[in-house]
């Protein structure tokens, strides 16, 4: 395994956005009453003010806080490796790299958005942040970063990962977070899910309705996500552009990008400014988003305008989604359960600059397992739909006989995700097969916007 590390003052200090580099205009987030477009004092109620400037900005580069980069460098930047032992288990031409973001302390790439949203809302005084979490990977960043500012942290678990992993929660706690299964009864949304079904298992958009609820209904309170809205992507460019430093130090640049998607900020943020050279049009690089088949949002969902939550709390988006009621199966890859995805993203797959792939839970768990006998690391659920796509890719490479620069996101390490490991090695693992019908049922209650 090579190993290619950035020095500290090789770090980035500015993070990109890609909007004015879009091909054409991303349509505004809308206010979810009004379906007008959604100004700045609409959102302030949940967001801080230097938040809502980057969500709504369209400079190309935006700087990075020192207080920011100097906690950054608690563990950036992060390594690219190249996956020699994996491309000679499977006796491929191709060259594998992958970024590995489970250097963080949270074990994922998710600080890299939490500690400067917390950062902003502690310029502004705000005393506690509230949000949601599907695997528990954005929860605990969350809790990470509040506790290095003295920020208080709630956070509404979905209720299914609550459940398999007792362990992320107790991580979220050891911070000094405060974590609730989701749907719980602390919440009009979530009482209302209970008494319609009491056994639900949960959603990242019932997370997200009770923590926006949580968060209004508090003066000294801002929500904070995890993923899908621009500053959550513009955060995680930070990957990319260090990838991008590091591919000089390889002399190589890749082919093919492929990253794991529930919201979209973990691929976009490492595929972004590989894409910006596409656009520019130095480059034919080929971009990958692998899903869920139990959630598919960008293979089987619509691109229109829908609710981030299932209250219909938070700020109307444009994105390709399953309907924001839209209840997934309780698959152990928690974190790619949101029913929407980022609406760059979904521009640039709309646009055919973006391919989508979905796998079922056993096909990644195989390549899981091979990642972990060859190179030695256990990667969480997330990250190997990612490498399944990786390996796609490299076998076929191999059935063409051309070598090839595969490039793949390791975002988050799989040690609390054990018990998924021991399901699948003992041949207990389910692959669910979800039915036309379902998705047409959630999609039949999307609010009927005029795009036009």
């Known amino acids: 395994?090579?190993?290619?590390?950035?020095?500290?003052?090789?770090?980035?200090?500015?993070?990109?956005?890609?909007?004015?580099?879009?091909?054409?205009?991303?349509?505004?987030?809308?206010?979810?009453?009004?379906?007008?477009?959604?100004?700045?004092?609409?959102?302030?109620?949940?967001?801080?003010?230097?938040?809502?400037?980057q969500e709504m900005s369209a400079e190309r580069w935006i700087d990075i806080p020192e207080p920011v980069q100097e906690l950054y460098r608690i563990w950036r930047p992060s390594p690219l490796y190249r996956a020699n032992r994996l491309e000679k288990a499977l006796d491929t031409p191709a060259r594998i790299y992958f970024k590995y973001e489970a250097v963080s302390p949270a074990g994922s790439h998710k600080p890299n958005t939490a500690v400067p949203q917390v950062y902003y809302n502690s310029v502004e005084g705000v005393k506690r942040v509230t949000t949601e979490t599907g695997a528990g990977q954005w929860g605990s960043a969350l809790s990470f970063a509040g506790s290095l500012f003295g920020i208080d942290v709630t956070v509404y678990m979905v209720k299914a990962s609550f459940q398999q992993k007792p362990h992320r929660h107790s991580l979220m706690e050891t911070w000094g977070a405060e974590v609730f299964p989701s749907p719980s009864?602390?919440?009009?949304?979530?009482?209302?899910?209970?008494?319609?079904?009491?056994?639900?298992?949960?959603?990242?958009?019932?997370?997200?309705?009770?923590?926006?609820?949580?968060?209004?209904?508090?003066?000294?309170?801002?929500?904070?996500?995890?993923?899908?809205?621009?500053?959550?992507?513009?955060?995680?460019?930070?990957?990319?552009l260090e990838a991008r430093k590091q591919f000089e130090l390889a002399e190589d640049y890749p082919d093919v990008v492929i990253g794991c998607v529930g919201g979209g900020s973990n691929y976009s943020g490492l595929a972004f400014p590989f894409m910006a050279?596409?656009?520019a049009g130095h480059r034919d690089t080929r971009f990958i988003a692998a899903e869920p088949a139990a959630c598919p949002t960008l293979t089987r969902g619509?691109?229109?305008?829908?609710?981030?939550?299932?209250?219909?709390?938070?700020?109307?988006?444009?994105?390709?989604?399953?309907?924001?009621g839209f209840i997934p199966a309780p698959i152990h890859a928690g974190g790619l359960r949101f029913h929407g995805d980022a609406p760059t993203l979904c521009l640039l797959h709309d646009d055919g600059h973006v391919e989508a792939r979905a796998y079922n839970q056993n096909e990644v768990f195989t390549e899981a397992v091979r990642f972990a006998r060859s190179e030695g690391f256990v990667?969480?659920?997330?990250?190997?739909?990612?490498?399944?796509?990786?390996?796609?890719?490299?076998?076929?490479?191999?059935?063409?006989?051309?070598?090839r620069t595969i490039l793949f996101g390791f975002s988050g390490h799989g040690h609390f995700d054990m018990g998924a490991y021991d399901a699948f090695l003992a041949g207990k693992l389910e692959d669910y097969e979800l039915p036309q019908e379902e998705i047409d049922a959630a999609l039949a209650d999307l609010p009927t916007i005029a795009t036009t």
């Not at 809308?30 to 109620?45: I, S």
């Not at 009770?210 to 500053?231: C, I, P, Q």
């Not at 969480?380 to 490299?394: I, K, N, Q, T, Y």
Request: charge should be negative; proline fraction near 9%; aromatic fraction near 4%.
């Open 277 to 279: 050279d596409k656009l």
């Open 302 to 324: 619509k691109l229109t305008y829908d609710y981030p939550d299932v209250a219909g709390l938070g700020p109307l988006l444009h994105m390709r989604t399953v309907g924001h």
């Open 1 to 53: 395994m090579k190993k290619y590390v950035l020095s500290e003052k090789d770090t980035p200090t500015q993070w990109y956005n890609i909007v004015p580099d879009l091909p054409r205009p991303l349509l505004p987030p809308l206010h979810p009453v009004t379906h007008e477009p959604a100004t700045a004092a609409d959102l302030e109620p949940l967001l801080p003010r230097a938040v809502i400037e």
């Open 379 to 403: 990667m969480a659920p997330e990250s190997s739909h990612a490498l399944r796509g990786a390996v796609a890719e490299a076998l076929a490479a191999k059935e063409a006989g051309e070598a």
């Open 185 to 240: 009864t602390r919440t009009q949304a979530g009482r209302k899910i209970l008494a319609e079904e009491p056994d639900s298992p949960g959603s990242l958009g019932i997370a997200i309705s009770e923590a926006v609820e949580d968060a209004l209904a508090h003066d000294d309170t801002k929500f904070a996500l995890g993923s899908a809205m621009n500053h959550v992507v513009l955060h995680q460019t930070i990957i990319g």
